[in-house]
């Protein structure tokens, strides 16, 4: 830690205990120590000029020799310099690799990224480290593998859609017209929201140059954001449910659950509809057999993890995120859970700026020699076609 910073929190501590005094009504003994504080001030401009000296004679000095370190280590320790330091003691070589790594562009939302952002006082994490949480995002049931994302460098905007036509070929004679016909064309809305997390590090990690701060942090990171985006698109389809899944319709047999698949969905969305359901709803589905007892789910033989169910995959989501619906009526209270059927990559799109930007502050946790590092991620989503979901319950016993 600098001389400067460690001044600095002397100053806010002397300046804590004069606070206290003066409310104490001690006056006298505030202003012996108010005399002590402008001494303390003083030296810490003075160190602060000091440091300002070495660093412009570092920067003039003759260049440090090679390290000969691969190009992906040298570009984490200039990601580290730049959010822990705020960029001090990088060497040219650092510099080139964490250019070359990130392929910064000046474009806001460029994964590795800086110049946008450094003024909010957050650098985006370079492509590689931000494999390493894509990686760890795989270890969760995320839903943005089902629904439509599309990249944007704006924070809000319009997308063009189509309403549902029934346009067809028309016959015509020689050297006749041709029929024609209108296309109804729409927009979809979307905004793109700041979303955030705060997470304590270690001073004794923070410390170690080489440490890759995003891998140490990586899960927590990777979660959070899994959470946030499954969120998201949750909501949309609880909006479909209705308050307590009012405007599900119950079904209480497969029979049921095959007319809405086969019946009551749109065609046009059979071939990539799916099941999505919570444990609770699985469970259900776990259970049923046909008239000779044998299950009606059966394993996905591309994938031995998965069930299908008349061909389509179920998509499972832990009941503490899409909650069973609890209804009462006539002093008795029935449990349900949620089932949507559908195609969700219709159904819903997100709206991302590429990239998660990382700050730090060694301020916030100073009592506790720590450092909290912010995470931001930037994405929005929308109903895209409000036709390609339909939503059921079943009543547990």
Known sequence: MKKSDEMRKEIDALS?????????????EAAKWAGELNVLVDEYKAAKA????????????????????????????????????GG?????????????????????????????????????????????IQDKRNEFTQL??????????????????????????????????????????GQANYTVEDKGLIIPVSNQIIDDASADIVDICGRELALAAVRSENAAVLGHLGTLAGTNGANATTISTHKALNEAL??????????????????????????????????????????PDKYMYRGKEIVIVEDSLLENWSV???????????????????YVWMFEKQGLELSISTEYLWRKYGTALRGVIRFGTVVYDSTAMVARKVALS
């Open 328 to 346: 009462t009526a006539s002093s008795t209270t029935t449990e349900y859970a949620p089932f949507y059927i559908g195609n969700l990559a219709a």
């Open 16 to 28: 804590a205990k004069i606070s206290d005094l003066k409310n104490k009504e001690e006056f006298a």
């Open 144 to 185: 943005r593998d089902y629904i439509t994302v599309r990249q944007t460098p704006y924070t809000s905007g319009k997308w063009p859609t189509i309403s549902d036509q029934n346009l067809v070929f028309t016959a015509f004679d020689e050297l006749t017209d041709i029929a024609e016909d209108d296309v109804a064309f």
């Open 262 to 303: 086969f019946k009551n969905l749109p065609r046009k969305f059979y071939n990539n509809a799916k099941i999505y359901t919570n444990q609770s709803g699985f469970l259900f589905l776990a259970n049923l057999d046909d008239g000779n007892n044998r299950p009606l789910l059966v394993p996905d033989v591309t994938a």
């Open 50 to 85: 000091l440091e300002a000296e070495d660093i412009a004679t570092v920067a003039k000095g003759t260049p440090a020799p090679t390290s000969n370190l691969p190009e992906n280590e040298l570009a984490r320790r200039a990601f580290n310099k730049l959010v822990l330091h």
């Open 88 to 132: 001090e003691g990088l060497t040219d070589e650092e510099k080139a690799a964490y250019k070359n790594v990130t392929n910064t562009s000046g474009n806001p939302g460029t994964p590795g990224q800086i110049e946008a952002v450094s003024s909010r006082g957050g650098y985006l994490v370079p492509t590689e480290q931000w494999m390493q």
